[in-house]
């Protein structure tokens, strides 16, 4: 059974399914890849390392799907494309990622994410649902430029407590930020609409304060939230 692999330095794209389902591997190493396709390493339960270039700038679909034992120092990319649940149920503790970003569809869903910087992104594309479930997620920075939070954003994220206010956003997706624990919210005079479900759920949250720019609340977006004591909210009209 396969234990170690290293690559040679001529290797630039791993192919779809090349090391899916092998269970015992334990260490890879490609010093130059740049592509990861998907279900690359989807399975592989007892992969601990993964050593290699930083400069990945694609990696596909379920790629690292299910890999529990991989990432626990966190990854620090810039340009890349992550496709849909490339790290879902993965044990990736932190991501860094900057310039051009594509992230899709329930990425990093039921990983154990500690801490999200999207900060230094110049061009930001998420699917939805990318960090729902993420259980130990604490903290998120997002970047000035971004203008939308999408759906299911941080949905089940129940230990995330920060996050910064993007000074471009117009928009919080429905249950963006259901069941998470921020205990006050101040949303900014950016944003015009706050989806369905947005909040609901986040049991911790006491405090919220709406801007005169809101011009629609979705339903049950504070549904649940049985410690909200106090609410300031604007005059939204007929």
């Not at 991989?70 to 993965?90: P, R, Y």
């Not at 941080?154 to 624990?181: D, E, H, R, V």
């Not at 015009?192 to 986040?202: L, R, W």
């Amino acid at each position: 059974s396969l234990h170690t692999v290293n690559g040679g330095a001529n290797v630039t794209t791993i192919g779809e399914y090349a090391f899916n389902d092998c269970y015992y591997l334990q260490s890879v190493n490609f010093p130059n890849v740049e592509h990861i396709a998907g279900y690359a390493f989807q399975n592989c339960s007892a992969l601990k390392e993964i050593g290699g270039s930083t400069a990945i700038n694609f990696i596909g679909a379920q790629a690292f799907y299910n890999t529990s034992n991989v990432f626990s120092d966190g990854i620090t990319l810039s340009n890349v494309k992550i496709e849909q649940l490339a790290f879902w149920g993965s044990d990736v503790d932190e991501i860094t990622l900057s310039g051009k970003i594509v992230i899709g569809d329930k990425a990093f869903a039921n990983s154990r994410l500690d801490s999200v910087n999207l900060q230094n992104a110049t061009a930001l594309t998420l699917g939805n649902n990318v960090f729902e479930n993420a259980w130990e997620l604490t903290t998120i920075l997002l970047p000035d430029n971004m203008e939308a939070i999408p759906y299911g954003f941080a949905q089940g994220c129940s230990l995330l407590k920060t996050m910064n206010w993007p000074k471009s956003l117009k928009s919080i997706g429905a249950y963006a930020f259901s069941n998470a624990a921020f205990s006050e919210l101040e949303v900014p005079d950016t944003v015009t609409v706050i989806g369905e479900g947005a909040y609901k759920d986040c049991i911790q949250l006491t405090s919220i304060k709406l801007p005169n720019t809101l011009e629609r609340i979705g339903q049950d977006a504070f549904n649940g939230c049985r410690k909200l004591f106090t609410l300031t909210t604007p005059y939204l009209g007929e």
